[in-house]
C-alpha cells in the first residue's frame, strides 16, 4: 500500500451525509485531513462527525445546504469561504431524477444544471481564490461512468454529467499553472441507496413497456474494495505522488509517440 499522508490538508466534500460521498471523506479524514462534510441531511451529519471523531481523534465540521436551491447554496458556501479555505474540494450531489430523453422537460433540464454544474461552479470559484494563494489545491469532480457510455434512463445525469466532465478539463489547463490539479472520477456501480433507487426505476419502467424484447445489463461485481484493496481512488488523487506518476506516465506515452529514436 501506498502511504497517503494527507495531515495539515482541509477538505471539503460534498454530498457527504451517506454513499460514496461520505465513504471519500471518511477516508480523506483517516490519512490525516480536517474534513468539512457538505450535505442537506443534518442529522446524518452530526452522526458522522461523531464517527469521524473516534476514528482519527480529529474534529472535522459540517455545513447544512439544499442542493436544490443553487442561489441560497452559493449564498452558504461563499459566506463559508470568507473565513475559510480548503486545499482539497470534492465536487459531489445527489443526483438528478431518472428519466429517458423523451419523458424529461426543459425545467428538469433547468434544474439538473444547476444542481450539478450551477453548484459545483459556485463552490469551486470560492475554492480557488485560496488555494491559489496558497499555491496547492486538488479538485476532484465526482461525475459519472454514463460520461463514457450514456444509459437511457438517465438522460439528465448523462447531459449535464458531460459539461460537468468537460469543464473540469478546461480549468485543469488554467489551473496548472498554479499546482492546482483538476480531476474527474467517473464513479460507476458501487452499492448505495441511489443504485439501488435508480436500479428499481429502471426495471419498472421496463417491465411496464410492451416494446421491449430485450435488454442491455450490467455484467460483473459491485464493490467496495479491489484486489483486496479498499477502493481510494479519490483520496489516490489528492496525492501529491499520484500527480508526478501521472506525469511520467504521460511523458513517456509522448515520447513514444513522438520521438522516433525513443
Same mark, same amino acid.
Given at each position: 500500500?501506498? @502511504?497517503?499522508?494527507? @495531515?495539515? !490538508? @482541509?477538505?471539503? +466534500?460534498?454530498?457527504?451525509?451517506?454513499?460514496?460521498?461520505?465513504?471519500?471523506?471518511?477516508?480523506?479524514?483517516?490519512?490525516?485531513?480536517? +474534513?468539512?462534510?457538505?450535505?442537506?441531511?443534518?442529522?446524518?451529519?452530526?452522526?458522522?462527525?461523531?464517527?469521524?471523531?473516534?476514528?482519527?481523534?480529529?474534529?472535522?465540521? /459540517?455545513?447544512? +445546504?439544499? /442542493?436544490?436551491?443553487? @442561489?441560497?447554496?452559493?449564498?452558504?458556501?461563499?459566506?463559508?469561504? !470568507? =473565513? %475559510?479555505?480548503?486545499?482539497?474540494?470534492?465536487n459531489n450531489t445527489q443526483g438528478p431524477p431518472a428519466g429517458d430523453v423523451l419523458s424529461v422537460s426543459e425545467l428538469d433540464y433547468e434544474n439538473t444544471? %444547476?444542481?450539478?454544474?450551477?453548484? =459545483?461552479?459556485? =463552490?469551486?470559484?470560492?475554492?480557488?481564490?485560496?488555494?491559489?494563494?496558497?499555491?496547492?489545491?486538488?479538485?476532484?469532480?465526482?461525475?459519472?461512468?454514463?460520461?463514457?457510455?450514456?444509459?437511457? /434512463?438517465?438522460?439528465?445525469? %448523462? =447531459?449535464?454529467?458531460s459539461a460537468v466532465t468537460s469543464w473540469g478539463k478546461t480549468l485543469s489547463i488554467e489551473s496548472g499553472k498554479h499546482n492546482i490539479t483538476v480531476n474527474?472520477?467517473?464513479?460507476?456501480?458501487? %452499492?448505495?441507496?441511489?443504485l439501488k433507487e435508480l436500479n428499481s426505476e429502471k426495471a419498472k419502467k421496463f417491465i411496464a413497456s410492451e416494446k421491449n424484447g430485450a435488454e442491455s445489463?450490467?455484467?460483473?461485481?459491485?464493490?467496495?474494495?479491489?484486489?483486496?484493496?479498499?477502493?481510494?481512488? +479519490?483520496?489516490?488523487?489528492?496525492?501529491?505522488?499520484?500527480?508526478?506518476?501521472?506525469?511520467?506516465?504521460?511523458?513517456?506515452?509522448?515520447?513514444?509517440?513522438?520521438?522516433?529514436?525513443?
Open positions: 500500500y501506498m @502511504k497517503i499522508n494527507l @495531515k495539515s !490538508k @482541509k477538505a471539503l +466534500v460534498g454530498g457527504s451525509s451517506k454513499g460514496l460521498g461520505y465513504a471519500v471523506a471518511k477516508q480523506l479524514a483517516i490519512c490525516g485531513a480536517i +474534513v468539512t462534510m457538505v450535505s442537506r441531511n443534518e442529522s446524518l451529519l452530526k452522526k458522522n462527525i461523531i464517527e469521524l471523531k473516534k476514528l482519527t481523534g480529529n474534529d472535522h465540521n /459540517y455545513i447544512l +445546504v439544499d /442542493y436544490n436551491n443553487a @442561489k441560497k447554496y452559493k449564498e452558504i458556501i461563499d459566506d463559508f469561504f !470568507k =473565513t %475559510n479555505s480548503v486545499d482539497i474540494l470534492i444544471f %444547476n444542481l450539478l454544474f450551477q453548484n =459545483t461552479i459556485s =463552490t469551486s470559484m470560492a475554492a480557488l481564490k485560496g488555494m491559489k494563494k496558497n499555491g496547492w489545491g486538488r479538485i476532484i469532480n465526482m461525475t459519472s461512468v454514463s460520461v463514457k457510455e450514456p444509459l437511457s /434512463y438517465l438522460a439528465l445525469s %448523462n =447531459t449535464i454529467r474527474n472520477i467517473l464513479t460507476g456501480f458501487f %452499492n448505495t441507496e441511489r445489463i450490467f455484467v460483473g461485481k459491485v464493490r467496495n474494495e479491489n484486489d483486496g484493496k479498499k477502493v481510494a481512488a +479519490v483520496t489516490y488523487d489528492a496525492h501529491d505522488a499520484a500527480v508526478i506518476k501521472s506525469f511520467q506516465s504521460i511523458c513517456i506515452d509522448a515520447k513514444n509517440k513522438f520521438d522516433k529514436n525513443a
